[in-house]
């Protein structure tokens, strides 16, 4: 069982940046691959990045693509999402979920773990 809390969300001017954490628990968080995900009001949940259990490989949406890193810190149990560069259209509710495939996947159904999201409004 892993349990999932999200922080950093915020308000930010276009342009600016924002970290966000997930802060895991469960003795095996260190096996997941771990997701960000976003979902803004009306649409579909979409993929926006993911990274192994090791750290070794990421993989990310087009259109966060040099603008987002994912990243992940076994001891502390927390993976991160620095977000620069961002746009009024980044605007979303931002979910960390956990999968415990080797493999990267970016299908939101294959997450078996999810947090409570944190809001992310970026103005114009």
């Known amino acids: 069982q892993v349990q999932l809390a999200e922080s950093g969300g915020g308000l930010v001017q276009a342009g600016g940046s924002l970290r966000l954490s997930c802060a895991a628990s469960?003795?095996?968080?260190?096996?997941?691959?771990m997701g960000w995900f976003r979902q803004a009001p009306g649409k579909e949940r979409e993929f926006v990045a993911a990274i192994s259990w090791s750290g070794g490989s990421t993989d990310y949406a087009d259109s966060v693509k040099g603008r987002f890193t994912i990243s992940r810190d076994n001891a502390k149990k927390t993976v991160y999402l620095q977000m620069n560069s961002l746009k009024p259209e980044d605007t979303a509710v931002y979910y960390c979920?956990?999968?415990?495939?080797?493999?990267?996947?970016?299908?939101?159904?294959?997450?078996?773990?999810w947090g409570q999201g944190t809001q992310v409004t970026v103005s114009s």
């Open positions: 979920a956990a999968d415990r495939e080797v493999v990267i996947t970016t299908t939101p159904y294959e997450y078996e773990y």
């Open positions: 469960g003795r095996t968080f260190r096996f997941y691959t």
